[in-house]
């Protein structure tokens, strides 16, 4: 398995749960990370002074950087030296995995061949190169307590109109795992927002949060199914930790991960759909919310032999956690690359980064009103959201000497050309004096390049000299240093309409002859 960056949200997750008191194996399981990576960033984290005793408080953005910072790849496939190992061993590994033999007895005769890995890299390389975890037998697992799991799956309904056509309507079907009181939320996408819209309904229906959401491998929450590892989408686990439920993902291909909802998809489909007519999904909602409460609520459960509202009502729904108090402004994760121009590319605007990270891939969080860019886990910019078309340029981004024509800046600029000398500064001045300045910006930059060339004093005398003349022309300036004439004034236009011509020839050369009858 080849290396792949963990991402701030993961790293945020996984010392969120830390601090929360979980141990190893349900923080790196619930954060998508192995365990010696999630144990990294737990001891970087304490190396900067993050107390277990404290609260998710101490998780800044600065925090999250400086944690990351400490945290590097030091294996650049991905895999150590135990891995390499392993490959060394893996037709043996396979014929005894082929035979049936534990995992652990295959480390143990592994240890009387000389060689000696953990446990979880060996288990990771018979699964992944070996086949092993391969089985087909069934164990029944006891319910969780009450008010503590709901499993999550998406169940194909039918069609429903839509406008002047029928598209598939969708159910996204919480089952509570203790009471199976259930809810549905009929969807026309699979949509990250759609998946969390149906979140936050499932919500207000059952009247708190379950701590433990064990979903389907759905896209929208799952951007990368592994059975061990699976990694999470970051705006999923974001909102999961908005709302304070950690994620256990079923298995790719295994729905006896989530059987209590996998049952409940038909259930669904030939109680509540089949047969009905509804008008648009709007409709289907009111309905199926009423279905829920009324007839899957109130029927009496084929396994519990109990009615699931009333099981609900009475053991789970107090032990929920709180309601959210405010709605989930929904981000959206990019990685944009930063363009020559200092500036990458959010939503079609344009936000500036430090110039150093020229053609660097950042990862982007856009939400409402805001948009931060993170740099390996730092956050290395934070801009308000521009519409799109706009952009939104921080100065101190640009290289130093070129933000002035970059913003605009004119009276900046006036305020360079008056630091050499007042007649600079109002010849400058002057020539911006124009309905679109910015385009003689170029003019004031060789003027202060003349300054540098030929010292200010020349400069501010030459300045005065054209202006007592009223003359505004850069090159005039140059011309003067040059020939050294800054003192000497140079003629007015009125002064030049009065001189003759180069070519001009003489009035009597026009003069008619008129004794030669001309």
């Not at 999923?236 to 304070?244: I, K």
Request: aromatic share 8%; with cysteine; hydrophobic share 40%.
């Amino acid at each position: 398995m080849a290396f792949r960056e963990v991402s701030v949200v993961q790293v945020k997750e996984l010392l969120r749960r830390w601090l929360e008191g979980e141990g190893e194996r349900p923080i790196a399981a619930g954060s998508g990370v192995a365990r010696a990576t999630a144990r990294n960033y737990v001891a970087a984290a304490m190396a900067l002074g993050v107390d277990r005793s404290g609260g998710v408080e101490q998780l800044t953005d600065e925090m999250i950087g400086q944690i990351c910072e400490r945290v590097r790849p030091h294996r650049l496939d991905g895999h150590g030296e135990s891995w390499r190992k392993l490959i060394q061993q893996e037709e043996q590994i396979a014929a005894w995995v082929h035979d049936g033999l534990t995992v652990v007895k295959i480390g143990v005769l592994l240890s009387r061949r000389g060689v000696v890995v953990p446990h979880r890299t060996l288990a990771r390389f018979a699964v992944e190169r070996c086949g092993a975890g391969r089985r087909t037998t069934t164990v029944r697992v006891d319910d969780p307590p009450p008010g503590r799991e709901c499993q999550v799956d998406f169940g194909r309904l039918g069609l429903v109109a839509h406008g002047e056509r029928q598209r598939v309507c969708w159910a996204l079907i919480f089952t509570a795992c203790y009471s199976r009181h259930q809810f549905l939320w009929p969807t026309l996408s699979q949509t990250i927002e759609a998946v969390i819209a149906g979140f936050e309904a499932a919500w207000a229906y059952f009247g708190g949060v379950f701590p433990v959401v064990i979903p389907d491998s759905m896209k929208a929450i799952v951007t990368e199914a592994d059975n061990l590892a699976p990694r999470f989408n970051d705006t999923f686990l974001e909102y999961a930790q908005s709302r304070g439920f950690v994620i256990d993902a079923a298995r790719i291909g295994k729905p006896r991960d989530k059987p209590k909802v996998e049952r409940a998809v038909p259930y669904v489909r030939r109680n509540f759909f089949a047969g009905e007519s509804f008008t648009d999904v709007a409709d289907v909602r009111v309905r199926a919310r009423l279905w829920c409460t009324q007839t899957a609520g109130l029927r009496v459960h084929g396994t519990t032999q109990l009615r699931p509202a009333e099981v609900f009502s009475a053991e789970e729904q107090p032990r929920l956690l709180a309601l959210p108090g405010a709605p989930f402004d929904i981000p959206t994760w990019t990685t944009p690359k930063v363009h020559r121009d200092f500036h990458c590319e959010v939503d079609k605007a344009l936000y500036s980064a430090p110039h150093r990270l020229i053609g660097q891939r950042l990862k982007a969080r856009r939400d409402a009103t805001t948009v931060k860019l993170f740099f390996r886990g730092e956050l290395v910019k934070l801009h308000p959201r521009k519409p799109p078309g706009q952009r939104s340029t921080d100065p101190a981004d640009l290289p130093t000497g070129t933000e002035i024509y970059a913003t605009r800046d004119l009276d900046r600029l006036k305020a360079m050309a008056t630091s050499h000398g007042q007649a600079i500064g109002t010849y400058a001045a002057a020539m911006l004096d124009t309905p679109l300045p910015w385009t003689r910006m170029r003019q004031v930059y060789r003027l202060l390049g003349l300054v540098k060339k030929w010292g200010a004093e020349r400069v501010e005398r030459a300045c005065r000299t054209a202006l007592e003349a009223e003359t505004i022309d850069v090159n005039l300036i140059a011309r003067m240093l040059e020939r050294a004439r800054e003192g000497i004034p140079p003629p007015s236009q009125a002064q030049l309409r009065l001189l003759p011509g180069r070519y001009a020839r003489d009035a009597s050369e026009f003069a008619l002859d008129k004794g030669a009858g001309r």
